[in-house]
């Protein structure tokens, strides 16, 4: 009997001390939204290499190619975005530092579409309209491509009021770049 309930302490014991390591463990993973609440995540790391200057402006055009794993579901490469704004303000960079330009193509085009047009197409409500909301009231332009939106056989007029239909990818692309930003794939 005893080595039973000596057994059932080690036990209770063993329970509780992995569970304070689990809350300890959990309190130093927890994901923050310092700029773009519910999207982008980012984990506080105060001692990881090469953190943004908050004094240093940066300028950066995104590349967003990848699809949606569900209509249902807001788009990777825009979450991407969301992340790389929340990790400059992690790192306290204003946003009047920050100059960041999305092109949406691709497998991502879809994203771009106004709700009426993306629910015609998905039998749901854009996902991204509320993410593409909150990168324009964080300073970051939106654009997505002409090309794109016609082959994938969208009309212009589909697209999101905060999105830019340009020309092509390529241009927005190019034209960046030329202008010292700095490509993110």
Known sequence: ???????????????????????AFASEQEWQYPSIQG??????????????????EAKIVVNVVQPMSSPSEVNPGL?????LVNLFALSKVPLERLEIVAVLHGGATAASLDNAHYGEKYQVDNPNIKL??????????????????????FGQSWV?????????????????????????E
């Open 132 to 153: 593409i909301e909150a990168l324009k009231r964080a300073g970051v332009s939106v654009y997505v491509c002409g090309q794109a939106v016609a082959h994938n056989g």
């Open 39 to 56: 999207y982008g995540k980012v984990l506080p790391l105060p001692n990881s290499a090469l953190r943004p200057d908050p004094n240093r």
């Open 79 to 83: 979450d991407r975005v969301a992340r």
């Open 1 to 23: 009997m005893k080595l039973n309930s000596a057994f059932g302490k080690s036990c209770i014991a063993l329970g509780f001390s992995l569970a304070l390591v689990s809350i």
């Open 160 to 184: 999101n009021k905060d999105v830019s239909v340009a020309l092509s990818a390529m241009m927005v692309l190019v034209h960046y770049q030329n202008e010292g930003y700095a490509l993110v």
